[in-house]
DNA sequence: CGAGACATGTAAGGGGTTACATGATTTA
DNA sequence: TAAATCATGTAACCCCTTACATGTCTCG
């Protein structure tokens, strides 16, 4: 958005590291996962996201073994084997990890809200709008019910953060909800 | 979700063409739009969607470029270069292009709904919420202003797809405002 | 007519998805 | 105890992004 497009400028942070990384979103989770948890396999990451943020934030369970070691390797975070049984590596955060984990958390937001929704596509292009909405409907009364459901369990304990985010998420279903009712009634 | 998941079971559709290739969103907007326009070269693609589906679907433009010829190969649009001049790609739909866009246009969404904002992660990782919803306020505002715009200029004309998929966009955004000016206030 | 801006592309690399596998544990 | 399901992980492929380039208008 800034800047001319195509003056050929070499921009090149000066990284305090040999080895930096792109930090993406998936990053993140597993960063924050690890700062809650302390230290962690690959599973217990799936166990957490899967009962959490995999409700609004859905990604295979593949990128948390992947993921770390990527992590790992730029120093964000270290890795060890369980000496017996399964041996499988455990994770934890490093001070680094930590630092990136804070500025992130405690940067304004750059990326804007993104719909990337198919069933928006389909309708730009064409699709049977009740039709469609119907099909909708049924998704979007299986996620509320998902969402709402977890809600209820944890309704008084939870932290403020993810009690937050899982309203943001009921929120935005049921706004969807609204409009896709709209079009049948229509 | 259907059948355990573990089963070794080879599921191979048998393909009415050798090479079959998976279908994404993407593929669908250049479907849709070679669809619109008849024929077109990849810039023509690309004004139309940073007019239209951009504005709630982006993805850089060089997918434009590679896209058309991934569905090339699968003979869902045949290519022919400009005769004169710069000698441009012009695609087109062929009947088996026509056919897939029109059965997915048709199809019951499976996928559903995703939140997917950089936003809520945060949130749900512990940024300070006030802070979080000024910022992300800021950045809903500059993209309602756009589609607005958009909603205003072709108020009329525009088909019933394109309208009721931008007035979705609006309503979302809408939504996502209403929640994130609730944080604000506590 | 020179400088931006627009038009038009190519190449490399990596993150993410899909598919495949094989222990372990519960349940009928 | 056989079968299903859960746990745990690996590997390959490919879409997509990022970065880089080089025409070609257009307008002061």
Redesign the pocket.
Known sequence: VFG???R????RRLSSDASD??L????YIVLGFLSLLGEA????L??MVSLSVGHFWS?????L???PD?LAAAGLVTVRKEPAG????LYTLTGRGEAALARWRSAPVLEGYEMRDPATLKLFFGAEPAALARAELEVLAAELRELEGVSATEASGAPEGPRLALEYGVHMLRASREFWERLVRE
């Not at 993406?24 to 990053?27: I, N």
């Not at 399964?86 to 590596?89: G, I, L, P, S």
Request: glycine share 0%.
């Open positions: 001319s497009p195509n050929t400028v070499r921009i990384i792109r993406t979103p998936t990053s396999t690959p599973y217990d799936k166990r990604f295979p369970h593949s990128q073994y992947a993921e990527r399964r041996r499988r590596k």
